[in-house]
């Protein structure tokens, strides 16, 4: 599936928001929108706010558009917060647990990791980053991730990245397990999925 390459660094102070968790980005200097020179922001319609929050969601988890209208469309049709379970089905990504597990620096390095098939899930190799993970799922490296060089780097990353509460990662063992549902306090606090909602609503 397409995905975007382009540059993440410009693509992040568009929206003006850390979109890409890598190192680049978080040092961002200039925090103004990318260009030549300053340039005075003209004032954007709550439409336009609002693609721009569903922009910076749908970039930072590495989807296209037609696959994040399908995530709302399910997130819709369940009981609950609409915007809620929109981003609990987005966490609950394979890559994205992956991430949070520490097992990657970035969703797009452990997408990455589970298409080559370094990911194992309840001791069998899941190559689909999209995968939904459910509670009690064990998720961990496949017999080949285990004989990567990769393995070597996860041990001493691992160390000093937090995990979300939801979460459980032996940092030994390089396993972890979901041990429960990711909730509202658990995203990135510049979302707003609500502005998601209100711009798939009109």
Known sequence: MARYTGPRVKKARRYGAPIFANAAVLRMRRQGPPGARPARRRKVSDRGLQLIEKQKVRFAYGLMEKQFRRYYERAAARPGVTGDNLMASLERRLDNVVYRMGFGGTRAQARQLVTHGLIAVNGK????????????DRIGFSDRGKRSKY????????????????????????????????????????????????YYSR
Not at 125 to 136: E, M, R
Not at 165 to 189: F, K, M, Q, Y
């Open 125 to 136: 190799k899941l190559d689909v980053p999209s995968a939904d993970t459910s509670i009690g």
């Open 151 to 198: 393995i070597d780097i996860v041990k001493e990353d691992i160390q000093g990245r937090e995990v979300p509460g939801w979460i459980e990662v032996d940092r030994e063992a390089l396993e972890g397990r979901v041990s429960g549902a990711p909730g509202t306090g658990d995203i990135e606090p510049y979302f707003n999925p609500s502005a998601i909602v209100e």
